[in-house]
């Protein structure tokens, strides 16, 4: 089974600021990594697949990079609507599918 | 509009049973991949299973095998999810998810969730 574990934990980060997030896959997942954006009592919703692509309707502050083990969400000028919990979640190898512990991202 | 409701949840002693259930609608139910992921109170999130489209094949996280069984009716876009001899750690917010076009891959979208409490 493949561990995802994202750092750190929590990040606080003031608005219009750049945020970075990471999440690191216990073997390669090749591009094989999305992430997910969770407010609070709300479902998640879909970022970014393939590492590195957009989901439909996601502003272009969002990007994502990275490749085998390393992976990074940056956020580049926050808005108020971005303060939330972000999961990265593997899909190389499944069963089972694996998610990170998350990152918590809040207010300076 | 992509739409996923789920609904059967609610407080069920442990070891006791629940069906839940995922109304689909906005998109060709019978062309894609489904899943259900739990998030238990103020933790992250687990898959726990996923099926074919046409119900050919399942998958389940170690933890529910034997115990929980996803099924789907294509003909009334619905997906379920069979919980037996349910334990307190099962104790979470049921969320039914779609998968990508192209396979089982990444899940978009995600229904608002059903919340299971399994306490006596």
């Known amino acids: 089974e493949i561990v995802m574990t994202q750092s750190p934990a929590t990040l606080s980060v003031s608005p219009g600021e750049r945020a970075t997030l990471s999440c690191r896959a216990s073997?390669?997942?090749?591009?094989?990594l999305a992430w997910y954006q969770q407010k609070p009592g709300q479902a998640p919703r879909l970022l970014i697949y393939?590492?590195?692509t957009r989901a439909t309707g996601i502003p272009a502050r969002f990007s994502g990079s990275g490749s085998g083990t390393e992976f990074t969400l940056t956020i580049s000028s926050l808005q108020s609507e971005d303060f939330a919990v972000y999961y990265c979640?593997?899909?190389?190898?499944?069963?089972?599918?694996?998610f990170g512990q998350g990152t918590k991202l809040e207010i300076k | 509009e992509v739409q996923l409701v789920e609904s059967g949840g609610g407080l069920v002693q442990p070891g006791g049973s629940l069906r839940l259930s995922c109304a689909a609608s906005?998109?060709?139910?019978?062309?894609?991949?489904m899943s259900w992921v739990r998030q238990a109170p103020g933790k992250g999130l687990e898959w726990v299973a996923n099926?074919?489209?046409?119900?050919?094949?399942?998958y389940y996280v170690d933890s529910v095998k034997g115990r929980f069984t996803i099924s789907r009716d294509n003909a009334k876009n619905s997906l379920y999810l069979q919980m037996n001899s349910l334990r307190a750690e099962d104790t979470a917010v049921y969320y039914c998810?779609?998968?990508?076009?192209?396979?089982?891959?990444?899940?978009?979208?995600w229904g608002q969730g059903t919340l299971v409490t399994v306490s006596s």
């Open positions: 998810a779609r998968y990508d076009s192209s396979g089982a891959n990444w899940f978009d979208p």
């Open positions: 906005g998109f060709t139910f019978s062309s894609y991949w």
């Open positions: 073997q390669s997942v090749s591009s094989n």
């Open positions: 099926i074919k489209q046409d119900g050919s094949e399942k």
């Open positions: 979640q593997q899909y190389n190898n499944w069963p089972p599918y694996s």
């Open positions: 393939g590492a590195s």
